[in-house]
């Protein structure tokens, strides 16, 4: 009966691993906490076009943060993982993937707190001379 001792524990290992798991948090509205910024502005494009992708660029400010290891992911604090960084306080430009609303959302890796929510601005072209 080994077999079943190792499947049971398994099985057990992966709900205890799931039960404490937190969910998903998809944002509706900007978020941060306390002494948190998060902002996201349009990068300067070849050229302009409000319909499409567009790059920015990511600052962030974490204040009394003992040990900075945070994830920024896209749309929600499960979403894809776009970046990882070990400080409290940077930038990082994206590519050409972002179209307005698109929210980047800054999790401490360790706890999987979401820290800040922000999303993309639209993007405004200046006006031809």
Not at 18 to 43: H, K, N, Q, R
Not at 77 to 99: M, Q
Request: hydrophobic share 40%.
């Amino acid at each position: 009966m080994p077999f079943l001792r190792h499947t049971s524990l398994v099985f057990v290992t992966l709900i205890a691993t799931t039960a404490c798991a937190p969910d998903d948090y998809v944002p509706t509205e900007p978020m941060a906490l306390d002494g948190t910024s998060l902002v996201i502005e349009a990068l300067p494009q070849e050229r302009c076009d409000p319909d499409g992708f567009y790059a920015v660029r990511v600052r962030w400010k974490v204040t009394d943060w003992g040990q900075p290891r945070f994830d920024l992911h896209l749309d929600s604090s499960k979403g894809k993982l776009w970046a990882r960084e070990n400080r409290t306080e940077g930038e990082k430009d994206s590519d050409a993937f972002v179209r307005p609303g698109l929210y980047f959302v800054l999790v401490d890796r360790n706890s999987r707190m979401v820290v800040a929510a922000t999303p993309a601005p639209a993007l405004v072209c200046p006006s031809p001379d």
